[in-house]
Every structure is written in structure tokens, then in C-alpha cells.
């Protein structure tokens, strides 16, 4: 897969040229160009952005509504719809990122205006990580202009309420305030449960998510509110947002869920690979039979308990399945989990271990060699 800082390319920078070119009074595209050009292969992604970005406020106007009409004159008429790509007609995509930067980064003069434009920007290419710096320059201020995107027709701009308003959102600035205090989120999380767009309910639980990882009892306290009486897409969404909890075993999460202790035996564990090279997987099996006189709801997980270098181990939690256990049902389920090279983790050889999660309680131990090539 290509990397993602390829996207911000030179073909790219000379449609941002040629776009400043139609826009800016005495605009000189070849310095412009040669600027960036000698410095951006060697750079990553955001730094390739933030390069572009630096240059860009130096060529745009300073006074605040002139910058925001050329900005809006530069956007494509098209928009993002079917994979559109800035092109001769604008600029659309991952042309957007440096865009964003220059009115997050240098508009807090013009702290509405500014606003406003990420608003109308973030169809093109989402303004979550932008409209961070006006929340972190006076959050009452941003969220009293953002507050009036809960009905917007586009519903990139509603998701935009909530997805940049994340307290901890990956890439991001963190934002301090809300993650010491997330209530003034809480009412527009949920005016937006129910939106009629999946995009934007995956945003909401993206947002409990990041609550939960601060004040798990709170957002156990909310689930329990918004599954009374929900459908399925509202039930899906705060079962995504509660997805970390679940797996932490928090007790007053599961009983939002209505996920007591779970009633059986101790579940048999079989190693099915007793010995995994590394690139393949472990198979392995759990054998479940219910001690209850009443069908129960059990969320399983399983544990990996990875070999450290220290030669200590560590579990990582893995979402398994959810299933409904009859009274006195014995039934065996089966899984593959692949032991492969990723960025987030080393592995070591020799032992290390699995057990199970059901329902926040931990079940067995089993061991099994993992194997690394020399």
C-alpha cells in the first residue's frame, strides 16, 4: 500500500500553485514551488502538510475576510463525492490538510469567520484537527458557535461537532479542559445519537470512547440511560462506544448491558498450534457449558499474554464474540489469531500464553511457544 504522505505530492503543490495563481494578485508560483519542492520528499506526512501550510500564509492576504474568500474560491466544486481529487478546477482531499492548517493554526483573530470556514471546509476533507485550536483558545466561545451544527444539512458538518471535540482524538491536540470535564459535550453527543448517518454515530462513540479512558463510571451511567428503549443502530453505537470497557471487565458497564456473572463451568482451553512460527497463527478452541437454569448474554474475549523482553508477560485484550448460552448448553467455539509483523508491537520467542475474558471475569491459562525466525 502506497504510503499516505505520498498523497501530499508534488503534483499536488503545483495545484495549490496554480489555484494561488488565479487568486493572488502578483502571486509567483515558481518561487512558491521551489520553496517546497526542495524540502518535501524528505519529509513525513503532517510535516509535508505543515510545509505547504507555512508557505501558503506567507502568499495568501493577511486581512482575515480576503484570505477566507481566496480559500473558498480555491475549493473544488465537487467536493470529496467519488473519490475527487483536487484537480485544475480546486482543491479538494488531502489538498485540504495544509489548507486547514493555515486557518486553524493563524485565524483566531478572526475567531467565528474562521470557524464558519472550517465549517464550509470540512466536506472536502475533515477540519477535525483544525477547529482544535479555537476550542483550546476559549472553549465556551467555540462550542457556542459549534452548538449550532447539531442540525446542519451536510452531515460532514455534524460529524465535524463531534469528532473535533474529542477529548483525546488520534493525530490530534489533546483538549485539556474536556478531558478533565466532559460535560459540555454530553447534551450534543446526545442530540447526535440518533443521526441518521452512520459516519456520524460511529463519531459519537468514537467521543464516549475517549470519555471512558477518563470517567469510565460516567459513560457506564450513560450507556445505561441510552439503552432504554433503543433500536439497533443506537444499541450498535453505544456498544462500540463502550467497546473498551467491555473488555476491561467494568463491572458497571457490563450491568448497563445487562452482562452478569457469567454462570458455567470453567471452560476447557484447547492449544490447537502448540508451537507458532512467527507470520502464522495460533488455533485454538474454548469448550463453554452453563451452569444457569436461564439463557444469559456472555461477551467473550481472549487474552494473549505476549513475551517481553524482560521475559515478563503481558495480556492484550481481543474482542472474540457475543452469544446467547441456553440453560445447561455445552457448545465449543473455535479461533485463528494471526501472529504477525505489526508497527505496535516486538515479539519475543518462547512462551507465552492465552485465557478468557467472559463477561469482565478471566478464565484460564494455557501456554504455547511462539518461534522466531534467526
Excluded at 495563481?21 to 510535516?47: C, R, Y
Excluded at 459535550?185 to 459519537?204: C, G, H, N, Q, T
Excluded at 501472529?339 to 505496535?344: A, G
Aim: contains cysteine.
Amino acid at each position: 500500500m502506497e504510503p499516505f504522505k505520498n498523497r501530499i505530492s508534488a503534483d499536488l503543490v503545483r495545484q495549490i500553485s496554480a489555484q494561488l495563481q488565479f487568486q493572488v494578485t502578483g502571486f509567483e508560483p515558481k518561487g512558491f514551488e521551489t520553496s517546497i519542492l526542495k524540502d518535501l520528499d524528505e519529509l513525513e506526512l503532517k510535516d509535508r502538510a505543515q510545509l505547504i501550510a507555512d508557505h501558503l500564509h506567507e502568499a495568501l492576504p493577511s486581512a482575515p475576510k480576503k484570505r477566507a474568500k481566496i480559500i473558498r474560491a480555491m475549493l473544488h466544486p465537487h467536493g470529496t463525492e467519488k473519490g475527487q481529487q483536487s484537480d485544475a478546477d480546486g482543491i479538494t482531499g488531502w489538498g485540504m490538510f495544509p489548507l486547514g492548517m493555515v486557518v486553524g493554526q493563524h485565524g483566531l483573530k478572526d475567531f467565528e469567520g474562521s470557524l464558519n470556514l472550517l465549517r464550509d471546509m470540512t466536506g472536502h476533507f475533515s477540519s477535525e484537527f483544525d477547529v482544535r485550536y479555537f476550542l483550546i483558545e476559549d472553549q465556551e466561545r467555540a462550542l457556542n458557535i459549534m452548538s449550532e451544527w447539531v442540525d446542519h444539512p451536510d452531515f460532514h458538518v455534524r460529524r465535524l461537532l463531534s469528532e473535533g471535540t474529542r477529548p483525546r482524538l488520534p493525530w490530534g491536540m489533546q483538549l485539556p479542559r474536556l478531558i478533565e470535564d466532559p460535560s459540555p459535550m454530553l447534551p450534543l453527543l446526545e442530540a447526535l445519537r440518533d443521526d441518521p448517518e452512520e459516519y456520524v454515530r460511529r463519531s459519537v462513540a468514537n467521543h464516549l470512547n475517549d470519555i471512558a479512558k477518563d470517567h469510565p463510571d460516567r459513560v457506564a451511567k450513560l450507556a445505561k440511560k441510552w439503552l432504554k428503549g433503543a433500536n439497533a443502530k443506537r444499541e450498535k453505537l453505544v456498544r462500540h462506544a463502550c467497546r473498551s470497557l467491555i473488555k476491561q471487565g467494568h463491572k458497571p458497564t457490563l450491568d448497563a448491558f445487562g452482562l452478569g456473572a457469567p454462570q458455567i463451568d470453567e471452560p476447557k482451553i484447547t492449544i490447537g498450534t502448540k508451537t507458532v512460527r512467527y507470520g502464522d497463527a495460533l488455533q485454538f478452541s474454548a469448550n463453554l457449558a452453563s451452569t444457569s437454569k436461564k439463557p444469559q448474554s456472555l461477551v467473550i474475549d481472549y487474552l494473549v499474554h505476549f513475551k517481553k523482553a524482560n521475559g515478563d508477560r503481558v495480556g492484550k485484550v481481543f474482542k472474540w464474540k457475543k452469544l446467547s448460552l441456553a440453560p445447561g448448553e455445552r457448545l465449543t467455539i473455535e479461533k485463528t489469531h494471526p501472529i504477525k509483523p505489526i508497527t505496535t508491537r516486538k515479539y519475543y520467542a518462547g512462551k507465552q500464553g492465552l485465557s478468557l475474558r467472559i463477561n469482565g471475569a478471566d478464565f484460564g491459562f494455557k501456554e504455547f511457544t511462539l518461534s522466531m525466525p534467526d
